[in-house]
T-cell receptor, first 113, second 111 residues
């Protein structure tokens, strides 16, 4: 069964460093998303991406964040200068169309020290 | 932001019991999805409901979308230990791109 894959599964980084989280969405999906979940809190929307541009972003997705689809398969989330409060599980998701089922990856646990 | 309130927050029951968890909002959603999440893993989609009043069944799980598309419920019949997990509801935002998640109901089914 097709699935969304994310790498790495765990990432530890020092405050102020840049990190890139990688995702391979399901191959025939056209809409891509990043969500995050701080420990013990709810899943929060960060950004959606369609047709090589951001279609929607939340207040969390400030100038420190960027997304890119560098090739036909990968979808990345970059955090330029990490802060302690960026520590969270980051989930990538994809869907065939807007308002249809979104399938989530297993997540990347980011720890900023 | 369209808020989704889930209740109860925690539920501990014995194997064989029935249970219902709720997802409520003051906002109308074009669709609502139910996910199950295990610790340290991503949400796994269970079902999507779209039409007001819609009922969907997935084995022992029954999902209902309210007539006004503001609320939903998940009913589990004869719960099993394998049903243990965090059940999340998520509604599509007005734009349709974002999913707004509830905080979830943490279910523990003991043998």
């Amino acid at each position: 069964e097709p699935e969304v894959t994310q790498t790495p599964s765990h990432q530890v980084t020092q405050m102020g460093q840049e990190v890139i989280l990688r995702c391979v969405p399901i191959s025939n999906h056209l809409y891509f998303y990043w969500y995050r979940q701080i420990l013990g809190q709810k899943v929060e929307f960060l950004v959606s991406f369609y047709n090589n541009e951001i279609s929607e972003k939340s207040e969390i997705f400030d100038d420190q964040f960027s997304v890119e689809r560098p090739d036909g398969s990968n979808f990345t989330l970059k955090i330029r200068s990490t802060k302690l409060e960026d520590s969270a599980m980051y989930f990538c998701a994809s869907s065939t169309d807007v308002n249809t089922e979104a399938f989530f990856g297993q997540g990347t646990r980011l720890t900023v020290v | 932001t369209q808020l989704l309130e889930q209740s109860p927050q925690f539920l501990s029951i014995q194997e064989g019991e029935n249970l219902t968890v709720y997802c409520n909002s003051s906002s109308v959603f074009s669709s609502l999805q139910w996910y199950r999440q295990e610790p340290g893993e991503g949400p796994v989609l269970l079902v999507t409901v779209v039409t007001g009043g819609e009922v969907k069944k997935l084995k022992r799980l029954t999902f209902q979308f309210g007539d006004a598309r503001k609320d939903s419920s998940l009913h589990i019949t004869a719960a099993q230990p394998g049903d243990t997990g965090l059940y999340l509801c998520a509604g599509a935002s007005n734009s349709g791109y974002a999913l707004n998640f509830g905080k979830g109901t943490s279910l523990l089914v003991t043998p």
